[in-house]
Nanobody, 122 residues
Framework: QLVESGGGSVPAGGSLRLSCTASEITYRSTCMGWFREAPGKEREGVAAIFAGGNAAYADSVKGRFTVSQDNAEMTVYLQMNSLKPEDTAMYYC???????????????????WGQGTQVTVS
C-alpha cells in the first residue's frame, strides 16, 4: 500500500528526491513519515508530514531535506540536498496516526510501511 521510488547512488553534495505513493486507505493516515536504516544501526526517523501540512525533521537533516505532499497524487516526497556519506541507508516511508511528538520517535506506531529504497552517497 506504500511504494517508494527515487533512490540511487550520488556523490557527496548531490541531491535525490524520494517518492512514496500511497493507496487511498493509507493516505488518509494523519502522518506520513520517512525513516532510514543503515547497516548495524537502528531505524531512524528522518522527516514526517501531517495532514494539515506541518512537518517535522530530525536535527541531522534540517536545512537539507524537505518533505512535501501532493494530495491529488496521494504521494509524499522527500527532497534530499547536500547529501553526505552518513545519509547512506535504506529509506522507508510509513503511514499512521501519530502526533508531532511521536512521529519520528516511535516507528512501531506506524501501521503501514513501504518496501524501502536504497540511497548511497559516496
Amino acid at each position: 500500500q506504500l511504494v517508494e521510488s527515487g533512490g540511487g547512488s550520488v556523490p557527496a553534495g548531490g541531491s535525490l528526491r524520494l517518492s512514496c505513493t500511497a493507496s487511498e486507505i493509507t493516505y488518509r493516515s494523519t502522518c506520513m513519515g520517512w525513516f532510514r536504516e543503515a547497516p548495524g544501526k537502528e531505524r531512524e526517523g528522518v522527516a514526517a508530514i501531517f495532514a494539515g501540512g506541518n512537518a517535522a525533521y530530525a536535527d541531522s537533516v534540517k536545512g537539507r531535506f524537505t518533505v512535501s505532499q501532493d494530495n491529488a497524487e496521494m504521494t509524499v516526497y522527500l527532497q534530499m540536498n547536500s547529501l553526505k556519506p552518513e545519509d547512506t541507508a535504506m529509506y522507508y516511508c510509513a503511514a499512521g496516526k501519530l502526533d508531532y511528538y511521536s512521529a519520528l520517535r516511535n516507528p512501531a506506531k506506524y501501521n503501514y510501511w513501504g518496501q524501502g529504497t536504497q540511497v548511497t552517497v559516496s
